[in-house]
């Protein structure tokens, strides 16, 4: 019987078992055969000082010097493009890191037993087994842990088994492309609705050509017979803003995966299951930005857990705590959202709104904010959409 198992090794999974006390019996698990490898991510994360304003309600921003080491470029703005061509440029300083090697490193770092190639196939509540297959010999067998961390992504299987796998998620498709040619030290964001239904498309640049090029969106967005396939194309050969960065870079990687959309759970702690990360939805919705969240609150969870066993905790007390470090950044984040969606119905309302969304405004919305303006006008949005 292990104590601790960690059912998934990504950003909320690696910075868990981190913070396991070593004097703890742990099984971290994950299908992968190299942690964090492929990378189905923009590996955007804002600078250790961005993060003071990004979520206020922490006391320890240690966890954000991130060692130079995993960092491939740094940026200094977002430039916002809207359909018309319209663009709005905001001074905000972000890491771009190599998340493989971050995670796997932090992972390996901990001193705990991983195992990979290892596919969590479910978890049985009542004998607190996860029934586990090597992805080696193709053998199954059960795995039993007094506690368990379901840190295992946005499709979660423990999620799944324990009924609360109810979160919006959005679909994304990303290249790796070399040969780019826009400014290192800008990360591009693109709306609308042909080139990223209900969601946006992204340029982030990792430095000597190298750029993260992707899109994300939602279904019930898409127009009937169009796919994600199609609008990463477009978006990569058509699209006169992005697309003259593009002329002559080559794909050199290939992407597909999810990412919640939502707000995060009601609840993550099920007797002695824990959810952390991307399983609890706990996510910066309006940007679907989960790596600070993920690793505050596994760090969290990890935290807690060493205090359970030391008999100084309850598990309850890491919804207490997470709660009270990143609930509201995330909740005005989905308010983002939401209001975001009230107001972008057509490509040419939401241009006409952006007539009166400026710089501050935008620096706002990036930083989790809401706009005074759209926060005063939000009551008015019915009447505007009539007239836009
Ligand atoms: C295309 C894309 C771009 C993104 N870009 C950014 C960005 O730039 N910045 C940002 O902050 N956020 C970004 N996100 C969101 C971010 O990647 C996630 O919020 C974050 O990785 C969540 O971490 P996690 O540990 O909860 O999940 P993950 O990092 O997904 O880790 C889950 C782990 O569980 C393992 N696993 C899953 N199922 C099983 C199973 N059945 N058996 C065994 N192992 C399993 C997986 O292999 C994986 O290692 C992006 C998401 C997507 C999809």
Not at 106 to 123: D, N
Request: hydrophobic residues 40%.
């Amino acid at each position: 019987m292990y104590d601790v198992a960690v059912a998934g090794v990504g950003i909320a999974g690696a910075f868990t078992l981190r913070t396991l006390s070593k004097k703890l019996r742990v099984a971290g698990i994950d299908k992968r055969e190299k942690l964090g490898y492929p990378v189905e991510c923009g590996e955007l994360v804002p600078t250790k000082e961005e993060m003071k304003s990004l979520l206020p309600d922490l006391e320890d921003y240690s966890i954000f010097d991130i060692p130079e080491k995993y960092v491939s470029n740094k940026t200094s703005r977002f430039e916002f493009v809207v359909p018309n061509g319209k663009s709005v440029e905001v001074e905000f300083d972000m890491l771009v890191i190599n998340r493989d090697r971050f995670i796997s490193e932090v992972a390996e770092k901990s001193g705990h037993e991983i195992r990979k190639r290892t596919k969590i196939l479910g978890y049985d509540p009542e004998n607190h087994s996860l029934k586990l297959r090597d992805l080696n010999r193709m053998e199954d067998y059960s795995l039993k842990a007094k506690v368990l961390v379901a840190s295992d992504g946005a499709n979660s299987r423990i999620a799944k088994t324990l009924g609360v796998w109810k979160y919006e998620i959005a679909s994304a498709k990303q290249y790796v492309m070399e040969g780019v040619e826009c400014e290192e030290d800008t990360v591009y964001m693109y709306v609308g609705s042909k080139i990223a239904p209900g969601g946006y498309a992204w340029i982030i640049p990792k430095g000597k050509g190298v750029a993260n090029v992707g899109v994300g969106i939602r279904q019930s967005f898409l127009t009937k017979g169009d796919s994600i396939h199609r609008v990463l194309d477009r978006f990569v050969k058509e699209y006169p803003y992005s697309s003259k960065y593009l002329k002559r870079a080559k794909v050199t990687g290939k992407i597909g995966a999810v990412a919640p959309v939502d707000k995060p759970l009601d609840r993550t702690v099920f007797d002695r299951v824990m959810l952390v990360g991307d399983s609890a939805s706990m996510i910066l919705s309006h940007v679907a930005a989960g790596i600070p969240v993920s690793m505050v609150a596994g760090d969290i969870a990890g935290r807690v857990i060493n205090g359970y066993f030391n008999g100084e905790m309850e598990l309850e007390e890491y919804e207490r705590i997470w709660r009270e470090k990143l609930f509201s950044t995330m909740m005005r984040s989905y308010r983002i959202k939401q209001l975001w969606d009230k107001i972008s119905g057509t490509d040419e309302r939401l241009c006409r709104y952006f007539r009166f969304i400026g710089k501050k405004d935008m620096a706002d919305i990036l930083r989790s904010r809401i706009p005074v303006k759209l926060r005063l006008a939000e009551p008015l949005i019915p009447v505007m959409n009539k007239i836009f």
